[in-house]
C-alpha cells in the first residue's frame, strides 16, 4: 500500500487498481494483433498443409489397400481357376492313360492271340512233317521186313525189286482199308 500511495502522491488523479491502463491494453492489442496477422498468415497455412498431407497420405494408403486387396482377391480367383483347370487337365490325361493302356492290353492281347495261332500252325505243320516222314520211313522199314518175312515163309528170295515193290504197295493197301475201316 505504501507504493500505492507513492504513485498517487506522485499524480494528482487518484489511480484506481481495478481500472485497466489504456497505454498497456493499446500495445498488448497491437502485439496480439500482430501476433494473429504471423499466425494466420504463416502457421495456419502450415498446419493446413500438414493436415492435407496426413489427409491425403491416410486416403491413398486406404486406396493403395482396397487395391492391393482387389488384386489379391482376382490373384485368388485366378489362382482357384488354375487349380481347377489343373485337376480337369490331370483327370483328362488319367482317362486318357487309362484309355491308351487298354488299347495297348488289347493290341497285346490280339498280337498274342495271333502269335499263339501261328505257332500252333507251325507245330501242326511240323508234326504233319514228322508224321509223313514217319510213315514214309515206316512204310519203307515195314516193306523190307515183309518182303523179308514173306521170302522166308515162301522160301522164295523176293529180291526182285518190282515184285518186292508190288507185294509192299499191296500190304501197306491193305493195312490204310483195316485202320480207316477202325477209324470208321
Known sequence: MKNLMILASAGDAPVNPLAPNWWELLVVGVGFAVLMVIVV???????????????????????????AQAEASAALEEYKQQLVD???????IREEARNEGAQIL??????????????????????????????????????????????RIVGESLNDDAR??????R??????????GAAK
Open 106 to 151: 488289347a493290341d497285346l492281347k490280339a498280337k498274342a492271340a495271333t502269335e499263339s495261332a501261328r505257332i500252333t500252325e507251325q507245330a501242326q505243320v511240323a508234326i504233319a512233317a514228322e508224321r509223313q516222314a514217319a510213315v514214309v520211313s515206316l512204310r519203307a522199314e515195314v516193306g523190307t521186313l515183309a518182303t523179308t518175312l514173306a521170302g
Open 86 to 92: 489343373a485337376r480337369t487337365e490331370a483327370n483328362r
Open 164 to 169: 518186292s515193290a508190288r507185294v509192299v504197295d
Open 41 to 67: 498468415k504463416f502457421v495456419v497455412p502450415m498446419f493446413e498443409k500438414t493436415f492435407a498431407e496426413r489427409t491425403e497420405a491416410i486416403e491413398g494408403g486406404i486406396a493403395k489397400a482396397e487395391k
Open 171 to 180: 500190304f501197306l493197301a491193305e493195312l490204310d482199308a483195316q485202320s480207316e
